[in-house]
């Protein structure tokens, strides 16, 4: 089938198309209603030397930069991720989810904290809570091991928490997917009516006889002469061959006795 009859069976068919274009549709409509839109705030932290590490430097924090800082970025998000974490800022008052990890490409101990929802009010709220709450986690790691204030990694903020952009990848990948799969079925459900209206109109598709008889069943025997063969083959259209096979062997008789 080329897109030529494809084509035509869709003119042919189209009360099986249309309900199906307005079924997709609504299912378009209902994702778009059901599925929310969801915004994100992020905010970029870095971690910075001590104010004794920094002597050297002038005290200046920016000048003095060392590997165990990015150690401690890396351990400070995975306890910023952990379950006991989740459980304070759910009693601060945080909503949505949220995520702290390393900058991507990060040439230091940059980190981003991240926080998704679908109120953009509460997601900058909650990104608020969420970078104050990095800092106070910070301190205390420190604290538990008795580091002196002045030896103490200090954090600072590079972007404070943005105003929420929408997100609308994962909201367009529903779309796009109910879309296509009522488009296909749409598509497909002429076709299936069509194949099936031309197997139910096949001539090849064996029909009973008029008066419920079969006549497709065994060949009629030859009888003598071959007149019962010839008489079986009209049987089914002279209602009198009956009668021909009951008087054809009488009269044969009548002439192998010599009457005239």
Excluded: C, H
Excluded at 138 to 160: D, G, K, N
Excluded at 233 to 242: E, F, H, L, R, V
């Amino acid at each position: 089938m080329d897109l030529a009859e494809i084509w035509r069976v869709m003119r042919r068919r189209w009360y099986v198309l249309l309900p199906g274009l307005l079924l997709t549709a609504a299912l378009i409509a209902g994702v778009y209603l059901l599925v929310p839109m969801e915004y994100r705030s992020q905010s970029t932290v870095t971690l910075l030397n001590s104010k004794k590490a920094t002597v050297a430097f002038d005290g200046n924090p920016f000048l003095s930069t060392q590997a165990s800082l990015t150690g401690m970025a890396d351990g400070l998000a995975r306890n910023l991720n952990s379950d006991d974490s989740k459980a304070d800022l759910k009693a601060q008052g945080l909503t949505g989810v949220y995520e702290a990890k390393i900058a991507d490409n990060a040439q230091g101990p940059f980190m981003w904290l991240s926080v998704t929802g679908t109120d953009q009010a509460a997601v900058l709220k909650s990104d608020q809570v969420f970078t104050a709450y990095a800092e106070k986690r910070l301190q205390e790691f420190q604290a538990q091991q008795s580091v002196q204030p002045e030896a103490m990694i200090r954090m600072a903020t590079i972007v404070p928490p943005q105003k929420p952009e929408a997100q609308t990848k994962t909201r367009l990948q529903y779309l796009i997917m109910a879309g296509a799969l009522g488009f296909v079925l749409s598509l497909v459900a002429p076709v299936i009516v069509e194949a099936r209206r031309r197997k139910a109109e096949s001539p090849g598709r064996r029909r009973p006889a008029p008066g419920g008889a079969d006549t497709g069943g065994s060949e009629p025997s030859a009888g003598p002469d071959g007149a019962a063969g010839t008489a079986g083959a009209a049987g089914s259209a002279d209602p009198t061959a009956t009668m021909a096979l009951k008087v054809l062997p009488a009269s044969a008789a009548y002439r192998s006795s010599g009457s005239p």
